[in-house]
C-alpha cells in the first residue's frame, strides 16, 4: 500500500516514543510551538545553527531538516504566525512532513503537536496530512530502482480518537485516488463494482450490481444509451450501508463512474483527452466516503449509488438526436453525446428517489468544463435545491478546507434545458451558463421533496492544486473530507 496505513497516537514523554526522527512546529518569530525537555541536548546546535543562518523561516508548508547529535534528525515545520493555528495548517505540516520523510528515505516519525489536548479536530487535521502526504501512486512503475514507503508516523499530544480518525478518513481518500489515477483500461466499471464490493464486505454493506442486460430491462434508458458505444461492461452499483435504526432515512451519495469520456459521436479534441480517465472522480467519492464509514462504522443509514461505463464512439454508439427514456419515465433529447454524465446520473437519481426515502441526497459529478472556466481548480460547484443543506455543505467545506461555490438554480435556467420534442435535453443555452445547465438538468430526476445538493467536481477532482498532501497533476480525493463531516460521522 503506497501510503501509511496506521498513524498511532502516543501522549508519553517524546523521547520515549520510538522512530527514526521527530517532527515538531516552529512559528514564524523562530520559537518552537513547545518547549521541548531536553531538544537542546539531542539537537543542540544543529538547530541553533540553522536558526542562526536563516533556514527556517517557520512558514506554512515549509519543512527543514536538522541533524543533531548522533546523528538525531529532526523536521521543523512551519506554523506561520503564532496564535492563529488551524486545522488546515497543521494538515499541510502533516503532509509535508511525510513528503520530507519519503525523501530522506526516513522510516517512521514521531509528530509532535504544537499544542495539547483541547482541539480534538487538529489531531484529526494532523493525521490526515500525514497519511495524504504519504501517498504515491506507483503502481505501474516497474523500473523504479528504490521505491521507499514510509512505515510509520506516530502523533505525540493530542486527542487519540480523533487522530484514528484522520487517518480512517484518509484512507478513504488514498483509496479514491488509486482508482481514480488508475487509467480507463484497468479502472473499468467492472473494476470500480469490485472496490465496491471489497469496501462493503469490510463494512458490512449490502453491494448490488446490475449489468447491461439487467438496468436496461429495469428502465435506465439514460444509462443503457450512453453505454451502448462500449463493449466494456457497464454496471449500476449500489451500496447500502444501515447501521443506524431500520427507519431512520438514509442518506443517498451518487457518483458519476464515466470510466472514460471519448465524448462518443460528439468527439472530444485529442488534447488532453487522456484526462478523461479521470471522470469517474465522482464515483471515487462515493467510493472514498463509503470506505472511511467501513472504518468508522457510525450509526447512521448511508446509501452510496453509481452509475458506470465508457462513452465510445462507434455504430452502436447512441446519436446527438436520439430520445432517451430515463428511470423515472422522463424522455431526454440528446443534443451532444459528449453532455453523457447527466444521462447516466439521471437514472441514478431517479432510482435514489424511487427506491428510498433519503434524508438527502448529494451528487458527484465531474460533470462540466464550464465549471473549470468559472471557478478555476479553486473551488467545487454546488447547486441544490435546499436552503439549510447548502447552508450545511458550506459549513463543512470551511471546517475541511474544501471550498466550494453555490450556484443559482432559477427557474430561467430550469427554461433552458426544456426540449421542443421530449421532456427536456442534454444541453443548455449555447455558450451559457454551462455548469449551472447540468444542475437544472438533474433536478428534474430528483424527487420534489428531497432536499438534493449536486457537486460539479469538473475543477477540484485531479489537477493543478499542488498542496503538501496533496500531488499536482493527480487525483486529488477533494471533498471526501467534506462529505464524512457533513454526514456528521
Ligand atoms: N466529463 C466532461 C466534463 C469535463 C470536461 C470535466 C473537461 C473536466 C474537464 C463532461 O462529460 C462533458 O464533456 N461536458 C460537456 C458538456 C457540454 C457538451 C454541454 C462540456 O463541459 O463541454
Ligand atoms: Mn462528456
Ligand atoms: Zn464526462
Same mark, same amino acid.
Given at each position: 500500500? !503506497?501510503?501509511? #496505513? %496506521? $498513524?498511532k497516537h502516543s501522549s508519553a514523554d517524546w523521547r520515549k516514543v =520510538? #522512530?527514526? !526522527? @521527530?517532527? $515538531?512546529? @516552529?512559528y514564524d518569530d523562530l520559537k518552537l510551538s513547545r518547549q521541548l525537555q531536553g531538544v537542546n541536548r539531542e539537537l543542540g546546535r544543529g538547530l541553533s545553527n540553522a536558526l542562526a543562518a536563516k533556514l527556517i523561516n517557520g512558514k506554512v508548508g515549509e519543512v527543514k531538516t536538522v541533524v543533531g547529535k548522533k546523528g538525531a534528525i529532526a523536521f521543523v515545520f512551519g506554523l506561520g504566525k503564532r496564535g492563529e493555528l488551524n486545522a488546515e495548517k497543521l494538515r499541510r505540516a502533516g503532509g509535508g512532513? #511525510? =513528503?520530507?520523510? @519519503?525523501?530522506n528515505k526516513v522510516d517512521s516519525v514521531a509528530f509532535i503537536m504544537p499544542v495539547d489536548g483541547k482541539e480534538n479536530y487538529f489531531s484529526? !487535521?494532523? !493525521?490526515?496530512?500525514l497519511v495524504l502526504g504519504s501517498y504515491q501512486f506507483n503502481e505501474f512503475k516497474t523500473t523504479d530502482e528504490d521505491p521507499f514507503e514510509m512505515k510509520g508516523a506516530t502523533v505525540v499530544g493530542g486527542h487519540k480518537t480523533s487522530v484514528s480518525k484522520g487517518a480512517h478518513i484518509a484512507h478513504g481518500v488514498c483509496l479514491a485516488r488509486n482508482v481514480e489515477n488508475r487509467p480507463g483500461n484497468v479502472a473499468t466499471p467492472t473494476h470500480i463494482a469490485d472496490n465496491a464490493k471489497e469496501i462493503g464486505k469490510a463494512g458490512g454493506m449490502k453491494v448490488t450490481v446490475f449489468d447491461r442486460e439487467k438496468f436496461t430491462k429495469m428502465g435506465m434508458g439514460a444509462l443503457a444509451g450512453v453505454a451502448s458505444g462500449t463493449e466494456v461492461p457497464p454496471k449500476f452499483i449500489i451500496m447500502e450501508y444501515m447501521g443506524g435504526p431500520?427507519?431512520? %432515512?438514509?442518506? $443517498?451519495?451518487v457518483g458519476k463512474g464515466l470510466t472514460f469520456d471519448s465524448g462518443g459521436i460528439s468527439i472530444k479534441p485529442a488534447a488532453k483527452m487522456d484526462e478523461m480517465k479521470y471522470d469517474m472522480c465522482g464515483s471515487g467519492v462515493v467510493l472514498g466516503v463509503m470506505k472511511a464509514v467501513a472504518e468508522l462504522k457510525p450509526k447512521m443509514n448511508i446509501i452510496g449509488i453509481i452509475p458506470s461505463t465508457e462513452n465510445m464512439s462507434g455504430d452502436k454508439a447512441y446519436r446527438p438526436g436520439d430520445v432517451l427514456t430515463a428511470y423515472n419515465g422522463k424522455t431526454i433529447e440528446v443534443l451532444n453525446t459528449d453532455a453523457e454524465g447527466r444521462l447516466i446520473l439521471a437514472d441514478a437519481l431517479s432510482y435514489a428517489t424511487k427506491h428510498y426515502d433519503p434524508e438527502y441526497i448529494l451528487d458527484f459529478a465531474t460533470l462540466t468544463g464550464a465549471v473549470v472556466v468559472a471557478l478555476g481548480h479553486v473551488a467545487t460547484g454546488i447547486m441544490g435545491t435546499d436552503e439549510a443543506l447548502v447552508k450545511t455543505i458550506k459549513t463543512s467545506s470551511k471546517t475541511t478546507g474544501e471550498k466550494v461555490w453555490e450556484f443559482p438554480l432559477w427557474d430561467e435556467y430550469i427554461d433552458q434545458v426544456k426540449s421542443r420534442i421530449a421532456d427536456v435535453k442534454n444541453v443548455g443555452a449555447p455558450m451559457q451558463a454551462g455548469t449551472i445547465a447540468g444542475g437544472a438538468f438533474l433536478k428534474s430526476f430528483v424527487g420534489e421533496d428531497i432536499p438534493w445538493c449536486h457537486f460539479d467536481i469538473a475543477g477540484t477532482a485531479w489537477g493543478d492544486k499542488d498542496l503538501p498532501y496533496q500531488n499536482k497533476g493527480t487525483a486529488t480525493g477533494e471533498v471526501i473530507r467534506l462529505v464524512v463531516d457533513l454526514l456528521g460521522i
Open positions: 500500500m !503506497a501510503h501509511l #496505513s %496506521k $498513524v =520510538k #522512530s527514526d !526522527a @521527530i517532527a $515538531v512546529g @516552529i512532513v #511525510s =513528503k520530507v520523510c @519519503i525523501a484529526q !487535521a494532523a !493525521a490526515e496530512g431500520k427507519k431512520q %432515512k438514509p442518506k $443517498v451519495l
